[in-house]
């Protein structure tokens, strides 16, 4: 979907990646514009795969080390470096950055980006993929957004570098910052044709977040096949509230403009973007009828 997207413009509606979507932003050549509804969001200190046989024991370990991806420019990645850097001071610099497929050979980067001189990035050994690399040893860890096979698989000598969940319910405290990986957007020649309609999609949006949220909160019959959902909602509301999915600026603010810091630190983003860059005028504004 975001390849298509971003390489064709194939949709007037989509989800798209939220760092791609800041690179076009950057670049002043955005086909879409954005509303302010967050379709994916997650705590990315579980992204960080490690080999446990290469001395890596904390995130420290990780400097030298060669350590795959599937693209730089991923949201879950940028999420990842700037986390790294600024809780345990871990530059992108101080890692050999390794691209490729995670599980089929070849992967391209969905738009072109120039990064910094400092940046050590080489793609993969042709016919080669970034699970094969880990399992024989040739690459000590992987960051990405989805877990690599040889892990779901169980094999023994992978492993996250944060086991569980406390280092990013610690960073949540001190920061109050949910990452974001992606918002909705539509083509911008059609929200310049009908104004109305970004507005019109944020409430239909929001309108359906609640419903779902209703729906997730009664318990008598599950909506989710997981089990300890009645645990888990508690569990996260005593940490982050009662609205844990927000919309809209108003209590995202800061977790964008992190990302966007992130971003322009980073190299991705050829000059610092600012929040209300990304969204369409009609959606920051509250009004009723």
Not at 116 to 124: G, L, M, N, S, V
Not at 151 to 169: S, Y
Not at 260 to 279: I, N, T
Request: glycine fraction near 8%; include cysteine; charged fraction near 25%.
């Amino acid at each position: 979907m975001f390849f298509r997207a971003f390489r064709h413009q194939a949709f007037d509606v989509s989800e798209l990646s939220l760092s791609s979507y800041s690179i076009s932003v950057a670049r002043g050549d955005p086909h879409y514009v954005a509303i302010p509804v967050f379709l994916s969001r997650a705590f990315r200190h579980t992204s960080v795969y490690i080999r446990t046989d290469k001395g890596i024991k904390k995130p420290a370990d990780l400097k030298g080390k060669k350590i795959g991806i599937a693209e730089y420019q991923l949201s879950a990645n940028v999420w990842v470096r700037g986390i790294l850097e600024d809780a345990y001071g871990v530059k992108p610099s101080d890692i050999a950055w390794v691209r490729g497929g995670m599980n089929t050979p070849g992967r391209p980067e969905k738009i072109k980006v120039d990064l910094p001189a400092d940046i050590r990035i080489e793609a993969a050994p042709e016919g080669a993929t970034l699970n094969q690399m880990l399992i024989d040893g040739t690459i000590e860890g992987f960051i990405g957004p989805r877990a690599p096979m040889c892990f779901d698989e169980g094999f023994e000598k992978v492993d996250r570098l944060f086991p569980d969940t406390h280092a990013a319910e610690e960073w949540y405290r001190e920061t109050r910052v949910f990452p974001i990986m992606h918002v909705l957007g539509m083509r911008r020649s059609l929200a310049d044709a009908y104004p109305f309609l970004p507005g019109a999609l944020l409430k239909a949006f929001s309108e359906a977040k609640a419903m779902a949220q209703k729906a997730l909160s009664d318990t008598s019959a599950t909506k989710v096949t997981m089990p300890f959902v009645e645990d888990n909602l508690r569990r996260a509301g005593v940490l982050m509230g009662s609205d844990i999915w927000t919309y809209g600026l108003n209590g995202n603010r800061e977790t964008l403009a992190t990302f966007l810091d992130y971003h322009y630190r980073q190299g991705l983003s050829p000059r610092k973007v600012e929040v209300e860059e990304l969204f369409h005028p009609a959606t920051l504004e509250a009004y009723s009828l």
